[in-house]
């Protein structure tokens, strides 16, 4: 008899039929002999509409109030939840994040996870023998208030709570099947993978692929937490995410992935002198301006252009704050360029594989598409190309490395 925790996401409890399957399935487990501790999210949209329903009142609500009203979201969940494991006959008790016991810090809603007490989950289980439904994506920070944890946190909530109570297993239930090659609904061939190590996974979590949240994933691997991700639909065998894969030789990739929250920017002309892309990194980190990708070209006599890539998102932020310090920094003009999507490979097998990275680039040459920037890690290489060549060059290096 193990103890099992179970998350289950926005898709497997959108409906009444859904709760109610969901509800079955923590069932079956139970009946198994397991302990079972659920961790829901709320159901399907409902965390947005919250959020524009707080808009429609006050745009500018604090986040200690936004966090009040989101964290009701999941209460519905669970509390549902538990009705109908009610009504199938068996002991459950719902409880929310702080009866649970989930400490946290205080930047409302994106607080890190300090401590989950576990006294009152363990009491349901050893005393009641009962099913416990915990809500997802929340707990209470020093002062008694209600936190949560940034989008998408319930799948760290469930690493948590698996770690904490030492569980056997922590089961991430989802409306995939489990981690792929590439993303099925756009990649010929893209195929379920059995196992991903740690590293892989969260390459590429924070690559593109939006199957774990990144924080859960960390988790995971810092408390050995054993990870598997399935479907609550299709009752197929998911993905484990472990630290060490057994079909790690066979292939040299793992996945390839695209991330579109990107764009490059240029100096151009700059001064070739040291100390420049101190500055022009400082100045961006100040402001809390990830830089990913950099690239430096030769210099020509005395000047030089330096590229690199941030978010998307922070791409007119970073702009403005260069052209403020144009003079200082001594350059001719910024480019930016937000029609670029970095596509990337990943895989633990390409430590010892000679030739990957140019496997990459030959699928991409085959397939005429040009490279801009290129970098690499030990794990993964990553390129950044135009947007509208991305499904086609994601499909190229898949077929290359996974169908050749
Ligand atoms: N309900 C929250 C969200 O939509 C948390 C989660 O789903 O994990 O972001
Ligand atoms: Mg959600």
């Avoid at 792929?180 to 690559?207: N, W």
């Avoid at 998307?312 to 937000?338: C, I, T, W």
Wanted: one cysteine or more; charged letters at 25%; proline letters at 1%.
């Amino acid at each position: 008899m193990g103890l099992i925790v179970q998350k289950f996401g926005g898709t497997s409890v959108a409906t009444t039929e859904r709760i109610q399957n969901v509800a079955r399935i923590i069932t079956e487990t139970y009946k198994q002999g397991n302990n079972v501790v659920a961790v829901l999210s709320a159901q399907g949209d409902t965390t947005d509409e919250l959020i524009e329903k707080a808009k429609e009142i006050n745009p500018k609500a604090s986040r200690r109030e936004m966090d009040m009203l989101l964290s009701t979201g999941e209460q519905i969940s669970c509390s549902l939840c538990a009705m109908a494991i009610e009504a199938l006959g068996f002991p459950v008790v719902s409880l929310t994040g702080w009866q649970a016991g989930f400490q946290t810090n205080s930047s409302y809603s994106n607080a890190r996870i300090k401590k989950v007490r576990t006294e009152r989950i363990q009491s349901e289980l050893d005393r009641n023998h009962s099913i416990v439904i915990v809500t997802g994506f929340q707990g209470i920070n020093k002062f008694d208030d209600i936190t949560t944890l940034g989008r998408g946190g319930s799948d760290t909530s469930a690493v948590a709570l698996a770690a904490a109570l030492k569980a056997d297993l922590c089961q991430i239930y989802t409306d995939v099947d489990g981690v792929y090659t590439a993303d099925p609904r756009y990649v010929k061939g893209a195929k379920k993978l059995d196992e991903i190590t740690f590293d892989e996974m969260l390459e590429l979590a924070s690559l593109g692929a939006q199957v774990l949240h990144n924080r859960s994933v960390e988790m995971a691997k810092k408390y050995r937490v054993n990870l598997e991700v399935l479907s609550s639909f299709s009752g197929k065998p998911g993905t484990k995410v472990k630290e060490v894969v057994k079909t790690m030789e066979k292939t040299q990739i793992s996945g390839v992935a695209k991330d579109k929250n990107v764009a490059r920017l240029a100096l151009v002309n700059v001064e070739d002198k040291p100390g420049i892309a101190y500055q022009v990194f400082s100045l961006l980190g100040q402001k809390n301006i990830n830089v990913d990708i950099i690239l430096q070209s030769m210099g020509r006599g005395e000047s030089q252009d330096i590229s690199f890539t941030v978010k998307r998102d922070d791409a007119d932020q970073a702009m403005e704050l260069l052209l403020e310090h144009k003079s200082a920094l001594g350059f001719e003009r910024v480019d930016v360029n937000k029609e670029v999507v970095k596509v990337s490979i990943v895989g633990a097998g390409m430590l010892d594989n000679a030739g990957v990275a140019a496997k990459m680039f030959g699928a991409l040459y085959d397939a005429d598409i040009n490279i801009h920037m290129i970098s690499t890690s030990e794990i993964k290489v990553s390129v950044l190309l135009d947007e509208a060549d991305a499904n086609q060059a994601v499909q190229a290096i898949h077929s290359k490395f996974f169908e050749e």
